[in-house]
């Protein structure tokens, strides 16, 4: 199997049907699983045989018509599993979700863009493939869009809420936590890849392990993701958690990327208050609340990731890197980037070799 994956007794089929159809499996019903083996599912197995999408290792093969790509999953626990992602679709998707009372506790920690195929197909921005983490509660879209030719590379940790309270002190002093543990209101949270959570993701894409322990192994890998993400979380200084719409959040992302279209500096805040339509006070603190930092933090810390996946990715030396993103002093740019990155561009260079 390609990442080494074994097939797991609780190893998931995540199943994409012909193209005149839907996706008729949401993550709702996906994480909602109640059955020992999501593969011994009567539901799945009927599903795979009247789409006639194949499963090979464990793994759902996309047919060329839907898109390219495949996906996986892996059952840790009725509280725990994870999907993995390697696609790309040819028409847009969407799908509805019900939420009930049982399924309204389950939190998505996605890990998007967390794997980077040498063939990258899309040719897209970089703005598109951004590394990043995002948390919900998964009830909280009615409706879930997966948009054509798009690069859908992520690892999806689907677990409930009871299952992180088990991991987090009872007394834990943090109101980002207690929110988070208690899912008893809508949330969003994302922060950008840090390096520790690049290298913990390769590991368990990678992973080829006995298989007597791989339940074992997958497990601690979730929890090891999971806890350098809320690691993440818990750095932000004064965290707002505050009710949010769908509508606020969908303009929130529209201002980021309109952020990270910009090459040079971003945009003044009165420029994006008016493009988001919102005061200037609401949308610096709706960016805040998602993102943990200011837009000018959140543009600096976005820039110096892509210098960082430059000098490892396509090998460009450290001053090619500083002049493609507009600095004329490279002490500057020696600044931010050990600032945002936590060491020297010329030292991450060095090992990443």
Not at 11 to 33: D, H, R, T, V
Not at 74 to 84: A, F, H, P, T, W
Request: with cysteine.
């Amino acid at each position: 199997m390609r990442a080494g994956f074994r097939k797991l007794p609780g190893k998931a089929a995540f199943l994409l049907e012909k193209p005149a159809l839907s996706l008729n499996l949401s993550y709702l019903e996906i994480a909602g699983q109640q059955l020992s083996t999501m593969t011994e599912s009567p539901f799945l197995i009927a599903l795979a045989a009247s789409v006639g999408v194949p499963i090979v290792d464990g793994k759902v093969i996309l047919q060329p018509a839907i898109g390219v790509g495949w996906l996986t999953g892996i059952e840790v626990s009725d509280q725990l599993k994870i999907l993995i992602r390697n696609f790309q679709l040819r028409k847009n998707w969407q799908q509805r979700q019900m939420v009930n009372k049982d399924n309204s506790r389950i939190l998505s920690i996605a890990f998007h863009h967390v794997f980077r195929n040498p063939e990258d197909l899309s040719g897209g921005p970089e703005k598109s493939r951004l590394p990043s983490v995002l948390l919900t509660t998964i009830g909280w879209q009615d409706q879930v869009t997966i948009p054509a030719n798009v690069e859908m590379r992520s690892i999806i940790i689907i677990v409930h809420a009871d299952y992180l309270s088990q991991l987090v002190a009872p007394d834990a002093d943090s109101d980002l936590l207690q929110a988070i543990t208690s899912a008893d209101r809508p949330i969003l949270f994302e922060e950008l890849f840090s390096p520790r959570i690049q290298e913990a993701a390769n590991e368990l894409l990678q992973a080829n392990v006995p298989p007597a322990l791989e339940k074992m192994f997958y497990r601690s890998k979730a929890d090891e993701l999971i806890y350098l993400f809320l690691a993440e979380l818990l750095k932000r200084k004064e965290p707002v958690i505050k009710a949010l719409n769908i509508a606020d959040a969908k303009m929130i992302y529209q201002v980021r990327d309109k952020i990270l279209d910009c090459s040079s500096s971003a945009p003044p805040i009165k420029e994006l208050a008016s493009f988001a339509g919102m005061s200037e006070a609401k949308l610096q603190r709706l960016f805040k609340q998602v993102f943990g930092s200011t837009i000018y933090a959140y543009y600096q810390s976005a820039r110096m990731r892509e210098a960082a996946r430059l000098i490892r990715e396509q090998r460009l030396t450290v001053s090619e890197v500083g002049y493609r993103l507009g600095y004329s002093n490279m002490s500057h740019f020696t600044r931010f980037f050990e600032t945002h990155i936590g060491i020297k561009p010329k030292k991450f260079a060095l090992s990443n070799k």
